[in-house]
């Protein structure tokens, strides 16, 4: 099924070649005639290589699972953690679902706007942080919580939240 | 009977998620017991432990298992990790603390259920859980526990797999878990055909909860019948119930199914921060219908919290003192739904909007009253027309919100404004550091 030898186009083909070997690993996973199980491990294991989830990325996915592109597309445009833009350094995710807000969530949000100068969600203009609030994590007795680059943080504050940001240059 | 811990006796132990430590404290032996029984026999110690679905259903596992068609091959086994229910916090607990006790589960069920392939579904968020079940699964691999011989001895080849999802609130729905777990989007399947008969590939697949398996070896190695002795009625065991809001000592609490919601709240998890009286508390999860702070001295069994005009779902319980906006609460619980509909049926994608919409025009003061009645009546719209049971669990918040709190949201329509200003959510910094502490979880 790999019919492309180097990569897909406008992506470099070492990485590329990292993606196939990672990918076959990935695959163990799943029966031999089940490839396309492995879309999202897939797609995010290109999100880690290329930086973000890019329709040639999607492409290269599509390819080597065995299916169509529409199906990658499908998929990096419905699942939040697969980023179909390129986004920030670190990723900072801040659950205000319920009961972080309770323990304020919401006023951590807040305060890391105020803190990277955003509006609302998006980037900072250094490139550093992207920062967008996050719905229910599964941390709600250790609220509140938030994901740095997809680590989890609890039992936050505002001075650990400083430390947190100041450890991720 | 009610200091039986089955869950969470290891928890806290130091390396309590090695092979090691599971195996000193007696573990896999309820799967090596199992290899001895007839699979049959195994299937009916469930089925009279009265274990009940903790993901949210509570649908009586025993009999979920026996709707497998007699011969049709493969099955699959698919565990439902994907714990996104906002206030549930529990499944995490037993995978960070004892993955091997839900290894062992796993294997009991396949093994009891001929089933070869099993995949634990997880949510992306939980990286650290998937790498906790990771390497338990390796240690078990290299053990010889599961793989070609089932514990080295019984003909039976095993495996187990971790799928990290990424990002989806309805891929703890279990149909929309399969095809999320088939490389698509979550999009729920019309039931019937139920997972059971066509599930993961088109195969017979059962999907049950992280916590529902974790029982699986105490009920072998014990008995059903000492099981079901711990909970009540047609409800056996205990169960992690999660309390988290405004309460001293928030955490996971494992308890008999039937324990008391307001002695669990005011005892175990320290009664409210500052003393303050309790408006309201969600007994199941955000889409379990609210309960007024006069509501709450009620056991949690499933049928007994029905009873009572809520659910005990996931078991997770959030606390609201009396200084809560009510309105701003629900506002939140409603954007979530919102975010979280897959767009697959039209009540629940626009719905869900609109209750969204209309929740913040009443809490910053640009609704009238006649849009409190407007709300009620999308809610209605969505309730019973969508494929899957998100469209329930958005409306009932908004239903059960406008029933017992119904004032509030009129006040705000008439002042044009919420009466509670800025002060209506969480806690101030100060408190907060004040209740921050070790992690709780049990006893």
Known sequence: MTTHAGGVEGLPREKVEQFDRELAEILKRYPPDRKASAMIPALRLG????????????????????????????????????????????LVEVCTNVSCSL??????????????????????????????????????????????????????????????????? | MSETLVLSARWGKPNSASLESYRADGGYAALDKALGMEPSAIVEEVKKSNLRGRGGAGFATGLKWTFLPKDVRPRYLTVNADESEPGTFKDRYIIEHDPHMLVEGIAITCVALDIHLAYIYIRGEFAKQARALEKAIAEARAAGIIGPKVLGKKDFDLDIHVHRGAGAYICGEESALLESLEGKKGYPRLKPPFPAVVGLWGKPTIINNVETIANIPWIVRNGGDAFAALGVGKSGGTRLFGVSGHVNRPGVYEKPVHYNLKKLIMEDAGGVVGGRAIKAVIPGGSSSPVLRGDEIDISLEFDAVKAAGSMSGSGGVIVFDESTCMVRALARIAKFYAEESCGQCTPCREGTHWMEGILERIEHGHASVADVAKLEQVANSIAGNTICALGDAAAMPVQSFLKKFRHEFLEHAELRRCPHGDHGWGLTQETRDAVAGPVRYAR
């Open chain 1, 103 to 169: 323990t304020g969530g919401d006023r951590l949000y807040a305060y890391l706007k105020q803190k990277l100068a955003l509006a609302g969600a998006g980037t900072t203009a250094d490139g550093r942080f992207t920062l967008r609030e996050a719905e229910c994590l599964g941390a709600c007795g250790t609220a509140p919580a938030m994901l740095v680059d997809e680590e989890m943080y609890e039992q936050l504050t505002q001075q650990k939240v400083d430390k947190i940001l100041g450890e991720h240059p």
């Open chain 1, 47 to 90: 999100q880690t290589l290329f930086g973000y989830v890019s329709p040639a990325v999607q492409a290269l996915a599509a390819d080597r699972l065995g299916t169509s592109p529409s199906r990658a597309e499908e998929v990096a445009s419905f699942y939040v953690m697969l980023e179909t833009h390129p986004f920030g350094r670190h």
